[in-house]
C-alpha cells in the first residue's frame, strides 16, 4: 500500500496533462461547430462535437500513457518496487485516470450543450455521443484502455521503443484504415480500398457475434498473459 501512495503521488501529473489535452480538443471542437453553423449549416441543428472530441482524446491519452510503460517501469524500480507491486500499482492508476478523463469530458459535454442553448436558442441538439452511450459502454472503454496501455508498456520493455513503435504506430490507424474500406466497398468501388472492405466484411461473415467475442475476450486474455510474462522477465534495475 505504501508503494501505491507513493507510485500514485509520482504520477498524479499524468491526468493534469491528459486534462489539459481534452480542453484543447474540446475547444477546437467548439470552434468547428460555431464555424460550421455561421458558414455551412442551413439547418436549426447542432452537435457536440467538443465533448466527443474530449472523450476522444481520453482513449488517445490513455494510448499516449501506454507509450511510457518502459520508462514508468524503470522509474518504479528505482523506488524499490517490485514487479508484481507494478503489475498491480500502474493498470490501477490507468482506470483511475480513465474515469477522471470520462468525467471531465462528460462535464465539458454538458457545458457544451447549455452554450449552444443560449447561442442558438430553439435549435435542436442532433450529435451528443454521451447521449449514445449506454452504461455498459463505460466498463468497456476503460477495461480496453487499461489493458492497451499494459500491454504497450510490456511491448517497450520486451522490444525497445523501435520495435514498440512498428506495432503502436499501425495499431492506431488500423481502425481508420478498416472503417474507410468498409466504407468503400458498401459504395460499391473497386479500389484497393474497397478490396480491403469486403475482405473485412467477408472474415466477419465467418463467424457469429457470439463467437467473435469469444475469440476477442481469448486474444486480450492472450495479450495479458503475454504481457505479464514481459514483466516478469524484464531486469529489476534503475
Given at each position: 500500500m505504501k508503494f501505491f501512495v507513493k507510485y500514485l503521488k509520482v504520477n498524479r501529473n499524468s491526468v493534469l496533462v491528459m486534462m489539459r489535452f481534452q480542453a484543447g480538443l474540446f475547444l477546437m471542437g467548439v470552434l468547428m461547430v460555431l464555424a460550421i453553423n455561421a458558414f455551412i449549416n442551413d439547418d436549426q441543428d447542432y452537435g457536440a462535437i467538443g465533448g466527443m472530441m474530449?472523450?476522444?482524446?481520453?482513449?488517445?491519452?490513455?494510448?499516449?500513457?501506454?507509450?511510457g510503460g518502459m520508462n514508468r517501469y524503470r522509474m518504479a524500480v528505482s523506488m524499490g518496487q517490485?514487479?508484481?507491486?507494478?503489475?498491480?500499482?500502474?493498470?490501477?492508476?490507468?482506470?483511475?485516470?480513465?474515469?477522471?478523463?470520462?468525467?471531465?469530458?462528460?462535464?465539458?459535454?454538458?457545458?457544451?450543450?447549455?452554450?449552444?442553448?443560449?447561442?442558438?436558442?430553439?435549435?435542436?441538439?442532433?450529435?451528443?455521443?454521451?447521449?449514445?452511450m449506454q452504461w455498459w459502454y463505460y466498463p468497456i472503454f476503460i477495461l480496453a484502455i487499461c489493458i492497451l496501455d499494459f500491454c504497450f508498456g510490456a511491448l517497450q520493455i520486451r522490444f525497445g521503443n523501435k520495435g514498440f513503435a512498428a506495432v503502436w504506430f499501425p495499431l492506431c490507424f488500423l481502425p481508420m484504415l478498416v472503417s474507410s474500406s468498409v466504407e468503400a466497398a458498401k459504395e460499391g468501388g473497386s479500389s484497393l480500398l474497397a478490396q480491403i472492405g469486403r475482405g473485412v466484411a467477408f472474415l466477419i461473415g465467418l463467424l457469429s457475434p457470439a463467437a467473435w467475442l469469444t475469440v476477442l475476450i481469448a486474444f486480450l486474455l492472450g495479450l495479458i498473459v503475454l504481457s505479464v510474462l514481459c514483466y516478469r522477465k524484464a531486469e529489476v534495475r534503475a
Open positions: 474530449a472523450l476522444m482524446a481520453t482513449l488517445f491519452g490513455g494510448l499516449v500513457r501506454g507509450s517490485t514487479r508484481h507491486s507494478y503489475m498491480l500499482a500502474d493498470p490501477v492508476i490507468t482506470v483511475l485516470n480513465t474515469m477522471i478523463g470520462i468525467a471531465f469530458a462528460w462535464l465539458l459535454d454538458k457545458f457544451e450543450i447549455w452554450l449552444y442553448s443560449i447561442l442558438y436558442p430553439g435549435w435542436e441538439l442532433d450529435l451528443d455521443v454521451f447521449g449514445i
